[in-house]
T-cell receptor
Framework: DGGITQSPKYLFRKEGQNVTLSCEQN?????MYWYRQDPGQGLRLIYY???????QKGDIAEGYSVSREKKESFPLTVTSAQKNPTAFYLC????????????FGSGTQLSVL | QKEVEQNSGPLSVPEGAIASLNCTYS??????FFWYRQYSGKSPELIMS????GDKEDGRFTAQLNKASQYVSLLIRDSQPSDSATYLC????????????FGAGTILRVKS
């Protein structure tokens, strides 16, 4: 089945530690996105990539980094510079001509120990 | 004005009733409008997309768009307890490179 796979489902970060969230898609979508969701708030865009080896900052990129070495993969690293990382992280993808219609992975809940 | 605004709710409706969810947006040039359903602890699921003025129906769901009033709504007919979720409105916004901007969501509770 085609879809977007995020792992792990739950992740715990120690102070000063970098952690990486995985996102893989087999939908053959060109564009991929990372969103952060805090309780009671809408989704906020962290980074997005429209093509391999290229990505752009979203609204809240500080403290995060990404790479796009393969079309299928768009991992997100939450660095130690992100002082408030506890949130639900969502990876999404879309294909051109759909007006940015997004399909989401199942999400990763990141918490701080 | 926020880019995309929704009443946070909760909106409570009895089973079998029509639930009406509303969303306003700030960018007059927006072209793409989406409704996502999100259950607690789960990821958003696309349930409706609409691109032109008027109504679009899909099963029990109807999306309504009025670009002049910058207003998009979602009607759920014959509401079921399984419809209880948070409904997110998303609109593309030119100021953000035409990327989607999401509202904070409306919590819907359908009581049996």
């Amino acid at each position: 089945d085609g879809g977007i796979t995020q792992s792990p489902k739950y992740l715990f970060r120690k102070e000063g530690q970098n952690v990486t969230l995985s996102c893989e898609q087999n939908l053959n979508h060109d564009a991929m996105y990372w969103y952060r969701q805090d309780p009671g708030q809408g989704l906020r865009l962290i980074y997005y990539s429209q093509i391999v080896n290229d990505f752009q900052k979203g609204d809240i990129a500080e403290g995060y980094s990404v790479s796009r070495e393969k079309k299928e993969s768009f991992p997100l690293t939450v660095t130690s510079a992100q002082k408030n990382p506890t949130a639900f992280y969502l990876c999404a993808s879309s294909t051109p001509g759909t007006g940015e219609k997004l399909f989401f992975g199942s999400g990763t809940q990141l918490s701080v120990l | 004005q926020k880019e995309v605004e929704q009443n946070s709710g909760p909106l409570s409706v009895p089973e079998g009733a029509i639930a009406s969810l509303n969303c306003t947006y700030s960018d007059r040039g927006s072209q793409s409008f989406f409704w996502y359903r999100q259950y607690s602890g789960k990821s958003p699921e696309l349930i409706m997309s609409i691109y032109s003025n008027g109504d679009k129906e899909d099963g029990r769901f109807t999306a309504q768009l009025n670009k002049a009033s910058q207003y998009v709504s979602l009607l759920i007919r014959d509401s079921q307890p399984s419809d209880s979720a948070t409904y997110l409105c998303a609109v593309n916004h030119r100021e953000y490179g035409n990327k989607l901007v999401f509202g904070a969501g409306t919590i819907l509770r359908v009581k049996s």
